[in-house]
């Protein structure tokens, strides 16, 4: 099974600043990476696939980048909706995710 | 709209069983892999298993510590998904959502998820 890793586990940012999040894989999923965000008692919804494409309800602050077993993904300007826990999910073979970087106010 | 809806969760005894029911509209269970995944409280997100569309043949994959306890399948009159829970333990206590992703919406051109709201399910004696 392919383990991912994500860091930090915690990030603390003031609004309007730049954030950002790593995420490694154990081995290649080539760009078969996703980033979900989730807020407390709500399903996760995604943000980015195939590691770098936006969905269109997306912000364009948010960016991923990355391929093979680094990924990340950035925010340009945190904007006070975006306080959150952010997951990556490869999507290689089976599905995995990271254990999660809550994102929090500083 | 696709709507994915869970149901069945529920308080348990550990070795016991349940099944949840994840009913769809909108997208066919039969044409789209679909996923099950939970959420222990306080925890993040762990894939449980799938079973993939009937084109792509239709076999299950599961995460190691519960293969051989649950099962993935689903019935495609009722258009809903199944995961059957055996033998019940304390740590399988979480919420449990179903979902589908990697698929291409061509009116959008993007590819999109859906996810349900979830069910709860506690293993507690």
């Known amino acids: 099974e392919i383990a991912l890793t994500q860091s930090p586990a915690t990030l603390s940012v003031s609004p309007g600043e730049r954030a950002t999040l790593s995420c490694r894989a154990s081995?290649?999923?080539?760009?078969?990476l996703a980033w979900y965000q989730q807020k407390p008692g709500q399903a996760p919804r995604l943000l980015i696939y195939?590691?770098?494409s936006r969905t269109f309800g997306t912000p364009a602050r948010f960016s991923g980048s990355g391929s093979g077993t680094d990924f990340t993904l950035t925010i340009s300007g945190v904007e006070p909706e975006d306080f959150a826990v952010y997951y990556c999910?490869?999507?290689?073979?089976?599905?995995?995710f990271g254990q999660g970087t809550r994102l929090e106010i500083k | 709209e696709v709507q994915l809806v869970e149901s069945g969760g529920g308080l348990v005894k550990p070795g016991g069983s349940l099944r949840l029911s994840c009913s769809a509209s909108?997208?066919?269970?039969?044409?789209?892999?679909m996923n099950w995944v939970r959420q222990a409280p306080g925890k993040g997100l762990e894939w449980v298993g799938r079973i993939k569309s009937r084109t792509d043949g239709g076999a299950t994959d599961y995460v190691a510590h519960v293969r051989g306890r649950f099962i993935v399948s689903r019935d495609d009159s009722e258009n809903t998904l199944y995961l059957q829970m055996n033998d019940l333990k304390t740590e399988d206590t979480a919420v449990y959502y179903c979902f589908t992703d990697d698929v291409w919406d061509s009116r959008r051109g993007e590819k999109v998820d859906y996810w349900g709201r979830g069910t709860l399910v506690t293993v507690s004696s």
């Open positions: 195939d590691g770098s």
């Open positions: 909108g997208v066919s269970v039969t044409s789209v892999w």
């Open positions: 081995q290649s999923v080539i760009t078969y």
């Open positions: 999910q490869q999507r290689a073979n089976r599905r995995t």
